[in-house]
């Protein structure tokens, strides 16, 4: 079962393989650490993941959700067709 936990600047993505589908959350946070949004998902594609939570959570800042696609990637995430 894949999970993630990983941290880019202020954003905090982590998220789990629970069977058909992706559940987790993302979270935007303040230069203290503090958090300063949620949002949780339920998806069945990582390619959903990717455009429609972390890419809108980023404002569309498509360096930041390639990398964290990336990162999903490698901790074992598949996007099956």
Known sequence: MSTID???GR??????DAGN????????ND???TMLTMQ???EHYLDDVVNNVI??????NRDITRVLRDQMVKAGFEQSY
């Open 31 to 33: 230069e203290g650490g």
């Open 11 to 16: 954003y905090c993505l982590k998220a789990r």
């Open 55 to 60: 890419y809108p959570i980023t404002g569309g």
């Open 6 to 8: 990983t941290h880019m």
């Open 21 to 28: 589908h992706i559940k987790g959350s993302i979270t935007i």
């Open 40 to 42: 949780e998902f339920d």
